[in-house]
């Protein structure tokens, strides 16, 4: 499939400022250090991991609200990374963001028929009357009734802001939606129903998506392809029915083993993740989750792995995934 959304290389360095001035001390938060992945048009991407990890970064910087310090992003061909402006605003059309937390992210001064019809009013020249049946519209798609247009944010419960926020994210008829951890801030009874919606709006709207979560079940539900993040790098990557059933790299495995299941046989059988997220102001040397990986070798500190095929389409970044006796023979170079 034709990838429609392209990532290259992208990096976000965080400079620490200090003093009165807040002049840059040199030092620097290391979000995210060089990452490459595909998300092909009408598919979804998983973006899992840790909090800290920089997934929520990486969301960001997908549609613009943050620039990369280096790196492509295209979508739709068009690097967002070097726009300015009216062509960046242009862009910001075929790209939208739902965000996490369904209350903080609308204005409780406005109605709902203000909130979504406000990215109508700035970006096109429809009349109200074209507005507000737009929003009616919008409102049906995501299963709200019509008569919420004149209502406010606080009159809803947290599943139906929800709904609201991916209304407006959706009123200029974008073709990729980052959706930032859009499920976290709700009822676990609640969360499938937001998933269910938004894969009903995938196939209706033929949309695009990165869909950011650190709960694998959730993203089990609705990714095509899983992206495992740790400390700004990806480390592994595969079809979501390939990493969950076979998992590679230590870190992957450890998130699985944490995943809640509902059977009484394996209660109490969850493994746990040791040790503190190192700092991404001072990062580890060689591969970065060697200071609590399990099966780590004193080489794992000396070399980082790249992200390689160990089956096709399962692409890994662990040196004894790649070669087992890794230390006295090095592969991690290799094609």
Do not use: W
Not at 30 to 56: Q, Y
Not at 111 to 135: M, W
Not at 326 to 335: P, Q
Request: net charge neutral; glycine share 8%.
């Amino acid at each position: 499939m034709t990838a429609f959304v392209e990532v290259r290389g992208l990096v976000k360095h965080f400079p620490i400022r200090k003093g009165i001035l807040k002049l840059a001390s040199g030092d620097a938060v290391h979000a995210v250090n060089g990452i490459d992945f595909e998300i092909p048009r009408g598919t979804t991407l998983g973006l899992v991991g840790e909090s800290g990890c920089g997934k929520s970064t990486t969301a960001r910087m997908l549609v613009r609200l943050l620039r990369p310090t280096a790196g492509e992003v295209k979508i739709g061909g068009v690097d967002l990374a070097t726009l300015n402006g009216a062509e960046l605003r242009r862009a910001r059309h075929d790209c939208q963001i739902v965000f996490q937390d369904p209350f903080g992210s609308l204005d409780p001064r406005m109605n709902v028929a203000d909130l979504i019809g406000e990215p109508i009013r700035v970006a096109t020249d429809l009349s109200r009357a074209d507005r507000l049946r737009r929003v009616s519209d919008l409102l049906d798609k995501v299963g709200l009734p019509a008569d919420s247009a004149e209502r406010h944010p606080h009159e809803f419960s947290g599943g139906q802001r929800q709904r609201i926020g991916i209304a407006r994210a959706l009123a200029l008829s974008p073709k990729f939606v980052v959706c930032d951890e859009p499920v976290s801030a709700l009822d676990v009874s609640i969360q499938a129903q937001i998933v269910n919606l938004l894969k009903d709006l995938q196939d209706e709207l033929e949309l695009t998506y990165l869909f950011v979560s650190h709960d694998l079940a959730i993203v089990s539900q609705i990714a095509d392809v899983v992206a495992v993040m740790y400390l700004g790098k990806i480390v592994e990557m595969a079809d979501v029915r390939t990493l969950f059933n076979d998992p590679k790299h230590p870190y992957t495995k450890k998130l699985l083993d944490a995943v809640p299941r509902a059977d009484p046989s394996r209660r109490g059988v969850r493994g746990t993740l040791g040790g503190e997220l190192p700092s991404p102001i001072n990062l580890p040397s060689g591969c970065s989750f060697h200071p609590r990986c399990p099966i780590a070798v004193p080489a794992c500190s000396a070399a980082e792995s790249d992200l390689l095929d160990a089956t096709p389409g399962h692409r890994v970044a662990c040196h004894l995934v790649h070669d087992p006796a890794y230390g006295t023979t090095t592969t991690a170079n290799a094609s």
